[in-house]
């Protein structure tokens, strides 16, 4: 089992970046797939972007390719999305999720470990 805590959350006016962190726990971090999916209000969640356990095979979600990147430090447990270019329609509640042995899917239903979430805003 793993668990996940994001940070790095944030206020930014539109054209800025921000890093997203998730630190996961255990000793098995580097088995598992990493994804991030946020939720906007009034709306559902969707996919952002997912590596693989690996770090071999990224995927990006069509609204973020070019402007963000997801990348993994598997000796300190964590997985980062540097965000660039960001955008208000960006503004969401971004979760960090974990799927053991994954191929870096960006289907959430692949995922069974989640973190709390934490909070992006973009001003325009």
């Known amino acids: 089992q793993v668990q996940l805590v994001e940070s790095g959350g944030g206020l930014v006016q539109a054209g800025g970046s921000l890093r997203l962190s998730c630190a996961a726990s255990?000793?098995?971090?580097?088995?598992?797939?990493m994804g991030w999916f946020r939720q906007a209000p009034g709306k559902e969640r969707e996919a952002v972007a997912a590596?693989?356990?690996?770090?071999?095979?990224?995927n990006y979600a069509d609204s973020v390719k070019g402007r963000f990147t997801i990348s993994r430090d598997n000796a300190k447990n964590t997985v980062y999305l540097q965000m660039n270019s960001l955008k208000p329609e960006d503004t969401a509640v971004y979760y960090c999720a974990a799927d053991l042995w994954g191929s870096g899917s960006i289907d959430s239903y692949e995922y069974n470990y989640w973190g709390q979430g934490t909070q992006v805003t973009v001003s325009s």
């Open positions: 255990g000793r098995t971090f580097s088995s598992y797939a």
């Open positions: 590596i693989s356990w690996s770090g071999g095979n990224r």
